[in-house]
Structures are given as structure tokens and as C-alpha cells.
């Protein structure tokens, strides 16, 4: 079946621009990920959806990162008024439920000049 | 809070040989699983790899294979007759079990291994 799928691939903005990143995780996954992925980085934890629970936010770095997400379908990402330092690949991924395996998406890289 | 070490960020073999990489943790849980994953040049994250921490057994997949020692805190990965097709980023990752925790992945900053015909 289909895996996780993001868009865009790529997305070159310019510093202070808002960007939206979105993610389409596999159909019925009930849980939903965001990793930052810095240059020679591991991935860093940045927002998890559970079905219809509030989301733990814990890993968003600033008031300029916000994520939503509608019942168990689509996640986007939004990074306002971006930063050099946001300069990232911004990976996605779902899961059956919180303890199962999460299957990752190929990620947005996005760079912001 | 929990901490993921990678001390290789290169690492080289040759095709068909064996490497191991390296991963220690640092955690004061006593429920949670550790994972290996393989990220080549395509950024795709694909799981190589889990194991639970209260089975003692040393999970294997094939040519992959574990070596976990709790009470060191080290999980290390063994890849046996090494492939081209091995060559990617390598990742350990550590992911709570305890009750009501969020389930996130904590992961270490790589072992980048290139594989020589």
C-alpha cells in the first residue's frame, strides 16, 4: 500500500517568509510524528497527534513552529516568519498507534536563504 | 532525560566483511525498546532493527544483528557479509515505554558507513 507521503520534496524560501510543509500519513495510522532533521544531525522530535488527544508539543523550538492535524488524515507544518536556522529536512512519519513501529515519510528539505 | 550516543560518525567495510557500529544510552527507565534505523542518500528512514529491553535475547534480521547490554547500556549493530546496498546513514534511536509517555523516537547523530567493492 501506500506509504507516508510529504510535499513539497524541496522548498527554498527567504528569511522572514511563512512556509507550510504537509504530511499524509498512511491511511488509518492514528498517530502522527515531526522530526527536524539538522545538517549531520540526528532527528529531533518536534510535535506527536494521537487520534483525536491533544498534542504533545514538547519539541516545537519556538512560538513560530505550529502543526495541526484533522482526526487521523493530513498534518501540516507551519514555520512563520523563518529563520536561517530553520534550514532542515522536516521528516514525517505514522504509526498504527503509540507503540507500534513508525513508518517515515522522505521528508521536506527545506532552506531558508 | 534520555540521551543516545553514537561515537562513529564514519565508519568503512569492505563488501562482504562484517562491521559493527556502535550506540550507548543513557536512560533511568527500565521499559523501553532501542532501534536501529538506515537512511540512504533518498532521506527514506527504514527501520534495520528493534529490540525490547526486558528480552535478554539479542534480536537479529537477517545479515543484522544486536549486541544489547543493558547494564552497560550499549546496543550495538553487527552487519554480517556487508552489501553495497548497505552503504546510508545508520541511526540508533531509543523510544520510552513508560506509562503515558509519548512514544517519540530519541536518536543519536549517525554513523555515516561507506561500503568498498
Known amino acids: 500500500g501506500a506509504g507516508v507521503s510529504q510535499s513539497p520534496s524541496n522548498k527554498v524560501t527567504e528569511k522572514g517568509k511563512d512556509v507550510e510543509l504537509r504530511c499524509d500519513p498512511i491511511s488509518g495510522h492514528t498517530a502522527l510524528y515531526w522530526y527536524r532533521q539538522r545538517l549531520g544531525q540526528g532527528l529531533e522530535f518536534l510535535i506527536y497527534f494521537q487520534g483525536n488527544s491533544a498534542p504533545d508539543k514538547s519539541g516545537l523550538p519556538s512560538d513560530r513552529f505550529s502543526a495541526e492535524r484533522t482526526g487521523e488524515s493530513v498534518s501540516t507544518l507551519t514555520i512563520q516568519r523563518t529563520q536561517q536556522e530553520d534550514s532542515a529536512v522536516y521528516l514525517c512519519?505514522?504509526?498504527?498507534?503509540?507503540?507500534?513501529?513508525?513508518?517515515f515519510g522522505p521528508g521536506t528539505r527545506l532552506t531558508v536563504l | 532525560a534520555q540521551t543516545v550516543t553514537q561515537s562513529q560518525p564514519e565508519m568503512s567495510v569492505q563488501e562482504a566483511e562484517t562491521v559493527t557500529l556502535s550506540c550507548t544510552y543513557d536512560t533511568s527507565e527500565s521499559d523501553y525498546y532501542l532501534f536501529w534505523y538506515k537512511q540512504p542518500p533518498s532521506r527514506q528512514m527504514i527501520l534495520v532493527i528493534r529490540?525490547?529491553?526486558?528480552?535478554?535475547q539479542n534480536a537479529t534480521e537477517n545479515r543484522f544483528s544486536v549486541n544489547f547490554q543493558k547494564a552497560a547500556k550499549s546496543f550495538s549493530l553487527k552487519i554480517s557479509d556487508s552489501q553495497l546496498g548497505d552503504a546510508a546513514m545508520y541511526f540508533c534511536a531509543y523510544r520510552s515505554e513508560q506509562g503515558g509517555a509519548t512514544n517519540k523516537l530519541i536518536f543519536g547523530t549517525g554513523t555515516l558507513l561507506a561500503v568498498q567493492p
Open positions: 512519519a505514522s504509526s498504527p498507534d503509540r507503540i507500534n513501529e513508525q513508518f
Open positions: 529490540q525490547e529491553a526486558y528480552k535478554q
